[in-house]
């Protein structure tokens, strides 16, 4: 099983919709993870981190499931401008911050 | 201020030179790291440095050999360079929250290799 997986997409949204992706860890003893958003030709930024009993950041809500190792990350009312590959992060206490290989949302006018 | 600045942005060379990436951050972090984000935009992580201490090589050819002056710098060299070394790398650090996590990790605007 690979260390961090995500569906890659690409997720076609008509703006306005709401989607959601998941994104799942291999390692039980992570306890730190953050969602990231790269846009193309530019460096991952950091969109939220995710905390146990899950947390919301405007339009963002991001959860994390332990018992089935995966977090996921919704997005309300998408706008043209959240059109990014969205990264899935696991920052583990060996100092290795492993990043999923993306998700591509596009959001449609 | 950039937190975390690399250069150059783009390195055009040939197959066999030997190059050189810089790496330097204001954040104060422990930790820096090296990725490399390849045509299929994996990113994949290298180097972690922890405090000028090689803590992670995944490995990576012998080729490539990172460098920590001190904690601030984390600069990658590339020797005999090869076709498939083209890709952008990044370099990124983190700082040490609660527990002994680290903090979100701050990147470089990355650099984009192309060897020919």
């Known amino acids: 099983r690979k260390e961090v997986e995500q569906d890659p997409g690409p997720f076609n949204v008509p703006e306005g919709a709401t989607v959601a992706f998941n994104c799942t860890y291999s390692?039980?003893?992570?306890?730190?993870f953050f969602w990231y958003r790269q846009d193309c030709r530019k460096e991952p930024k950091l969109l939220m981190s995710?905390?146990?009993s899950g947390n919301e950041d405007g339009r963002f809500t991001a959860q994390l499931n332990r018992a089935s190792q995966y977090i996921s990350l919704l997005i309300r009312d998408s706008k043209l401008s959240d059109s990014a590959t969205y990264l899935c992060?696991?920052?583990?206490?060996?100092?290795?911050?492993?990043f999923g290989k993306g998700t591509r949302l596009h959001i449609l006018p | 201020d950039t937190a975390v600045s690399q250069t150059p942005k783009y390195l055009v060379t040939q197959m066999g030179n030997d190059k050189s990436i810089k790496c330097e951050q204001n954040?104060?972090?422990?930790?820096m790291y090296w990725y490399k984000q390849d045509s299929k935009k994996f990113l994949k992580i290298m180097f972690s440095?922890?405090?000028?201490?090689?803590?992670i090589n995944e490995t990576v050819p012998n080729r490539f050999s990172p460098k920590s002056p001190d904690k601030a710098h984390l600069n990658l060299h590339i020797n005999s360079l090869e076709l498939g070394d083209s890709a952008v790398y990044f370099c990124?650090?983190?700082?040490?929250?609660?527990?002994?996590?680290?903090?979100?990790?701050?990147f470089g605007q990355g650099t984009r290799l192309t060897v020919v």
């Open positions: 954040l104060g972090h422990d930790t």
């Open positions: 992060v696991d920052s583990r206490r060996d100092d290795k911050i492993i």
């Open positions: 390692n039980s003893a992570s306890q730190s």
């Open positions: 995710v905390y146990s």
């Open positions: 440095y922890n405090n000028k201490e090689l803590i």
């Open positions: 990124a650090s983190a700082g040490t929250g609660s527990w002994g996590m680290n903090t979100e990790a701050f």
